[in-house]
Each structure stands twice: as C-alpha cells, then as structure tokens.
C-alpha cells in the first residue's frame, strides 16, 4: 500500500532524523509547528525517518481520521532519506517512487553537456 500510494495526491517529507516513538499527536505538531502546514490536508501523505535508515513512518488524513503507518526494510536495505534539515518539504511522484525503491530523492547524475559542432 505505502508503495503504490493509492489515492495520494501530494508526498511531504520531513528532511533530517525524528524521533520515530512519537505516535499521531506528535507527528501531527511536527507538521503544524515544521512546515506551518494542515495535516488534516486529504490526499496529503508525510513521510518521516528516524536515525535508521530502514524504517520510516507515514501520517495521512483519511477524512474521518488519521492513518499512521510504519515500514521496516528488511535484511540490509534502507532508504535514502535526505538528511540535510529539519524542516518539510514536497517531493514530486517519481521522487517518491524513487525512495520507495531505495534510490536517492535528490539526483547526482546530471546530463551530459553535447558537444557544440564548430
């Protein structure tokens, strides 16, 4: 489910580590105090990871409630979470798509410049 992101509509992540022990309430003033955003926002989905790289936690409005979810890589896999800072941010589909299958949310490969003809 947290893969395909049925009926997401917009994936904010919450750049930097945070304490994965807090439940809905605490995710939930990280969102308003961080971002200045509405959790309470339907189609929105925020990602948040911890100091291991293997286990994230989602929150998402549902309408009538809240849904927390958790997801625990297994073996040696983990995710590539950007670590710079302590603040949200939009990522577009396939960025998220990107970190769901291990690779980093910010590209380093740059295309190669063509050579100009003389």
């Known amino acids: 489910m947290l893969k395909e992101a049925a009926g997401i509509k917009k994936v904010v992540l919450r750049l930097g580590k945070t304490d994965l022990r807090r439940g809905i309430d605490g995710l939930v003033s990280i969102i308003r105090l961080s971002g200045n955003m509405d959790p309470m926002e339907i189609g929105t989905l925020y990602l948040f990871c ?69």
């Open 50 to 118: 911890g100091s291991r790289p293997d286990r994230i936690k989602g929150i998402t409005f549902e309408g009538d409630g809240f849904l927390l979810l958790t997801k625990r890589l297994s073996r040696e896999n983990r995710f590539q979470w950007p670590r710079s800072a302590d603040e949200l941010r939009a990522i577009t589909r396939k960025q998220y798509e990107n970190l769901m299958d291990g690779f980093s949310v910010e590209s380093t490969i740059k295309m190669a410049e063509k050579p100009q003809k003389d």
